[in-house]
């Protein structure tokens, strides 16, 4: 199975040192008092899984997430966070039996996601947690206003989680990452059909072109052949009259006359040349043009074949995506029963009524058993609306009383986790300064702090607390030298500093005395007698009232007195109101 096992926080918000948290199989949960830190592990959590927005993480920008520093202790310059998950049969797509998922923050702003050690995009991280259930959007992590979402069915709340639950989130992302391919291949195809188009329009001009030069040619060609035959006619007859004449100024007449004819045949000659050189020019350019347009039709061919085996591989996935959306509608389909009968009665009266209508014909012979099996209908459909009526009543008392059990399990659920949570923290000494913690182990077995000696009733923990908690860490010791010796070993071995109330100093006494309509805070818990002065010291002249804050203005008080509010969250003395 997949378990979280531990998670490891360090320079993360109010986490300046490294803190790891193991998830044993008895842990279920966190718990501790307001300011303790509880949901900066949820915070954390989110953050790790790749969470960016800043205000599910209750920041202003993502820098505040590390560790500010405080007067004692210096701002850290990253803050990471690491979970640990067992991978036993292979839930994630990870041949490792433990996978180890980690986010670093710079205060430069620069971040990093890894897995099991090994540097990684978010894409990666978001993949491998795909469909398990776990993410920062997930229904693993549910904050109280997703509950109301859920139970609202709020944008389709209900869906996500059913959907993310079937493993159908998967087949939806590589839907959307197909679709946004195929958008892309449609956009290069519409340009490539603009080029086709442009190329067809400057292919049929081109066509034009070489059919008006290779009639043009023709026609010089044929010209050419017109004004060689008249040449030489005229050559012929000129021979013939050069003959007759006798006289040389008419020779040379006839002769100027040839010489001008072969100038013009000269002429033609170099006109049928240029135009012939044009002819080739055209054919050559004609030859690129259909070469290109060969090309272009071929790359149209292979994107029009990618396109198709795209479009064949979205509708393969939108069968497997509508299959599993009908695996979620028969999740989902809870028909009971009755709805079963009622669907068996309304077919048996269309099927009624369709008889009807077929038989037209003997209509006046059975309309007497039509309106017979019509009152056992509706006396059925009567019957059958009470039982509806009684089932919903007592799946309704049903639900009430189930809720309350459930509610009562949960309480108690509460008070045993809580108790064992606090046993294991006070056997582990977790959350305590190391001062007490390296004491714990090296020095007295038997010591004690003010915490263990108190016997708080109830309804007074929370203010006696509040009121007690920067004593409550303090240890108990009979003198002064139990106390010396405990200050040694801290010095020794630099392990931090502890505080000691000292017995044999403190003087005896008296409890305070009762005022009308206030509870002494000495009488709201039990103590042994050995620290019961202690104690009288600790809370002398503390009072516990019930009301509001506007009852604080209480005038004629004893002297030094103190009001402290039942819920902790008030406390008013002579001149100063908390």
């Keep these: 199975a997949m378990r979280l096992t531990s998670l490891a926080i360090k320079g993360f918000k109010s986490f300046a040192n490294e803190t790891v948290l193991h998830f044993n199989e008895n842990v279920i949960g966190i718990v501790g008092p307001n300011g303790s830190g509880k949901s900066n592990v949820v915070d954390a959590i989110r953050w790790v899984l790749g969470e960016q927005k800043n205000k599910e993480l209750r920041l202003e920008k993502m820098q505040d997430i590390i560790f500010n520093g405080t007067k004692k202790k210096k701002e850290a310059n990253t803050a990471s966070v690491t979970l640990t998950f067992e991978n036993s049969k292979n839930i994630l797509s990870s041949e490792y039996n433990t996978v180890s998922v980690s986010r670093i923050l710079y205060r430069s702003g620069e971040s990093e996601y890894r897995l099991n050690d090994v540097t990684c995009r978010l894409k990666d991280v978001r993949s491998l947690f795909l469909d398990t259930g776990i993410g920062p959007d997930s229904y693993a992590i549910i904050a109280l206003g997703m509950v109301d979402d859920i139970l609202a069915d709020k944008e389709n709340a209900r869906r996500k989680m059913f959907e993310q639950a079937a493993g159908v989130s998967k087949y939806k992302e590589r839907k959307k990452q197909t679709l946004s391919k195929l958008a892309l291949t449609n956009a290069d195809l519409d340009r490539i059909e603009d080029i086709l188009f442009e190329l067809n329009n400057n292919l049929k001009q081109l066509e034009r072109q070489a059919k008006r030069t290779q009639k043009y040619l023709d026609l010089k060609d044929h010209y050419k052949k017109l004004s060689i035959q008249h040449a030489l006619i005229s050559v012929s007859k000129l021979k013939e009259e050069y003959k007759t004449l006798d006289k040389e100024h008419n020779i040379v007449l006839l002769n100027a006359n040839i010489e001008k004819l072969e100038s013009d045949l000269n002429q033609i000659n170099e006109r049928l040349l240029s135009e012939k050189n044009v002819n080739d020019d055209l054919k050559s350019q004609l030859v690129k043009e259909k070469t290109y347009y060969d090309e272009v039709k071929s790359k149209f061919q292979t994107f029009k074949h990618n396109y198709d085996n795209a479009v064949k591989i979205r509708q393969e996935k939108e069968q497997r995506l509508f299959s599993y959306e009908k695996q979620i509608a028969l999740l989902n389909n809870n028909s009971d029963n009755l709805e079963s009968e009622a669907k068996r009665i309304q077919g048996n009266i269309e099927s009624r009524k369709a008889q009807t209508e077929e038989t037209n014909n003997k209509l006046k012979e059975l309309q007497s058993i039509l309106e017979s099996k019509q009152k056992e209908i509706n006396i059925a459909e009567e019957k059958e609306t009470r039982r509806a009526e009684n089932i919903t009543k007592l799946e309704t008392e049903i ?30 000494f977790e959350g305590f300064p190391e001062s007490i913690k390296y004491l714990s182990k090296n020095w007295r077995s038997d ?20 009121y007690l908690e920067n004593y409550l860490n303090h240890y108990v010791v009979n003198d002064f030298q139990d106390a010396k010796k405990a200050i040694d070993l801290l010095i020794k071995s630099q392990n931090g500093k502890a505080h000691f109330f000292i017995l044999d100093q403190v003087k005896s006494t008296e409890p305070s005395d009762s005022i009308s309509g206030m509870t002494s805070a000495v009488n709201v818990l039990k103590v042994d007698s050995k620290y019961q002065s202690l104690i009288n010291h600790l809370l002398k002249d503390v009072y516990i009232i019930d009301e509001e804050v506007d009852e604080f203005y209480i005038k004629d008080l004893p002297v030094n007195a103190k009001l402290l509010s039942k819920s902790g969250t008030h406390l008013k003395t002579d001149l100063t109101l908390s």
Excluded: G
């Design 399 to 428: 639900t009430i009383q189930k809720d309350a059990i459930s509610n009562h399990n949960r309480n108690l659920d509460a008070k045993q986790n809580e108790y064992d949570l606090l046993k294991s923290m006070i056997n582990n």
């Design 447 to 466: 010591s004690i702090l003010v915490s263990d000696i108190l016997d708080v009733k109830d309804d007074y923990k929370t203010c006696i607390e509040q």
